[in-house]
């Protein structure tokens, strides 16, 4: 909880960071306020608010371990508690406490979360009472969370998931914390009633070590989940934390034991979810939260090359091949609906070089995923998204549809459901709208880029075509090496007189695409959304500008 005069100051090294976050947490349910530096905002001088803090403390508790003994600031802080007599220590690993404290009572806490010591931390919870004295009621979540941030027009609570984090660099504890990320958001998605931040946003804060408060004003959010993997020995932990985004308070906290066991690693994905969800909204019935929760697989080695695909998709890394990891995952587990939605998903964003076989294969992979269930979003998406890229508007717009009325937090859902009505029904101000609510999702998406270039299909069908450039202008900014979105920003310039800037766009896209002449360009006007009266003015316009080629 951020407050200068916090109850209890803890001192900790900077390595046994997820410790601090875990006894700080604890001490917060007790009761008590506690100050660690997370709360330093930007701005503030290091020292000065370590000291504001400490001197108002009624109480230092210092965690021992080998990082921290070794420290001279855990030290000098120590130091300032025993010279006040309010100095509490903590020992959380084996390791030998500076000789100047050695005098000093400490609490034993090696091992712990993992070894519980239940009563060695009732003895430190009555050392603290005994020098603090009176504390408040235990802090718990309010039965009817109130809003902190303006959320607009949008009352529903919003709440973004954040990656959890680890310590360790180990590719399975990545793939883990991929997969339990985004399960807790997949399972929030389909409570009624919630606004949440989709995956793909909360993915870029990943690695990071976040200011909650500042993330809540980007992200527009009342509500953060945080957390992070500890691992002891054989034994790993994760540890989750609800926190209100506007005034950082922590409402609620969890320690989830894992194993090396599959079942049990899935099965803590469902608890962290159900636990979540039902302690946003305590009306709604735990139960049914873990009814729509449902195990992606059965298989370990599936779901690890599904996430470890999954990300590629949104950050344009393809160190590695995803549509041969979703392949291999297929393989495993046939049965896999996200593997065979996200496989098709690649096949048919990949217009530049994608095949008719390739598009034969995204149909059936489509086609597999619906049979396995004809409800599932992912794969309803997934079938949107194929027809949309077939030009089969009629389809694009029912799948579309269902995708989002099955998961309305689906953002990529309404981008494409707003293009499928261009599409079909030419109404451009009605798919403007569907698209910006996908903005509204997922602010920082990685995929803005395809998003600004659909916006500019509407824009020009409104026959606003500098608007259309600015939104083309937008999406080559967010992401310049996507061929097709610099030959439509080409057409839009040239449509509204700017020669010379459509005559550079066009050799940006020849570019990154060297086999692109007029003739393909018609090509790819075949499969565009917009009516023939716009086609026939862009065409023309391209035409000015590569007209010379038209031969070729």
Request: hydrophobic share 40%; aromatic share 8%; net charge negative.
């Amino acid at each position: 909880m951020a407050d200068n005069h916090s109850q209890i100051f803890l001192s900790y090294a900077s390595d046994d960071r997820e410790l601090a976050r875990t006894l700080s947490a604890r001490l917060e349910q007790a009761g008590w306020t506690v100050w660690w530096d997370r709360e330093i905002v930007a701005g503030d001088r290091f020292e000065y608010a370590i000291e504001h803090a400490i001197d108002h403390a009624i109480c230092v508790v210092v965690i021992w371990t080998t990082a921290s003994v070794a420290s001279d600031w855990v030290r000098a802080e120590a130091m300032e508690g025993m010279d006040r007599k309010c100095l509490l220590p903590v020992v959380m690993q084996a390791t030998k406490v500076p000789l100047g404290f050695r005098g000093l009572n400490s609490v034993n806490l090696i091992g712990w979360p993992t070894r519980h010591h239940e009563d060695e931390f009732a003895r430190l919870i009555q050392r603290i009472d005994q020098l603090v004295g009176e504390r408040s009621e235990p802090a718990t979540p309010p039965a009817e969370p109130q809003p902190s941030i303006d959320e607009g027009t949008d009352h529903r609570p919003s709440i973004a998931v954040l990656p959890l984090i680890t310590t360790t660099e180990e590719a399975a504890h990545q793939v883990l914390l991929a997969g339990v990320t985004s399960e807790v958001i997949s399972s929030l998605s389909h409570v009624p009633n919630f606004f949440v931040i989709s995956f793909a946003t909360s993915w870029n804060y990943r690695n990071r070590d976040v200011n909650v408060r500042q993330v809540g004003l980007e992200l527009g959010v009342r509500y953060i989940v945080q957390g992070s993997l500890l691992t002891y020995g054989g034994q790993s932990n994760v540890v989750v934390e609800l926190v209100e985004a506007a005034t950082g308070h922590q409402l609620w906290s969890d320690t989830f034991m894992v194993s090396h066991d599959l079942d049990d690693i899935l099965e803590t994905q469902h608890a962290i979810s159900a636990a979540i969800a039902g302690r946003l909204q305590p009306r709604l019935l735990v139960t049914e939260t873990v009814r729509v929760s449902k195990k992606p697989t059965e298989e370990l080695e599936a779901w690890e090359l599904v996430n470890r695909a999954r990300p590629m998709y949104l950050t344009q890394n393809r160190d590695e091949d995803p549509t041969a990891l979703l392949r291999r995952a297929i393989e495993i587990d046939p049965s896999y609906i996200e593997a065979h939605a996200l496989l098709s998903i690649y096949l048919s964003f990949m217009p530049e070089t994608r095949t008719p076989e390739q598009v034969n294969e995204a149909r059936q992979e489509v086609e597999r995923a619906l049979e396995l269930d004809p409800n599932n979003d992912q794969a309803l998406l997934a079938a949107g998204l194929t027809y949309v890229q077939l030009a089969q508007w009629e389809k694009a717009l029912m799948f579309c549809k269902r995708s989002v009325e099955a998961n309305p937090n689906l953002a990529v859902g309404w981008v494409n459901y707003g293009l499928a009505v261009l599409g079909v029904e030419k109404d451009a101000q009605q798919a403007l709208q569907l698209i910006d609510r996908a903005f509204e999702l997922s602010p920082q998406d990685d995929q803005k880029y395809v998003w600004y270039h659909f916006k500019a299909a509407c824009f020009a069908e409104l026959q606003d075509y500098e608007k259309a450039s600015e939104n083309t202008h937008l999406s080559v900014n967010h992401f310049g090496g996507f061929w097709f979105t610099w030959l439509c920003h080409c057409q839009y310039l040239a449509a509204s007189g700017d020669k010379v800037e459509a005559t550079m766009a066009w050799e940006k896209a020849k570019q990154l695409f060297p086999p692109l002449n007029y003739d393909i360009y018609l090509q790819t006007t075949i499969v565009s959304p917009l009516s023939e009266v716009v086609n026939d003015t862009l065409r023309a316009a391209v035409g000015r500008i590569a007209g010379a080629e038209n031969t070729e």
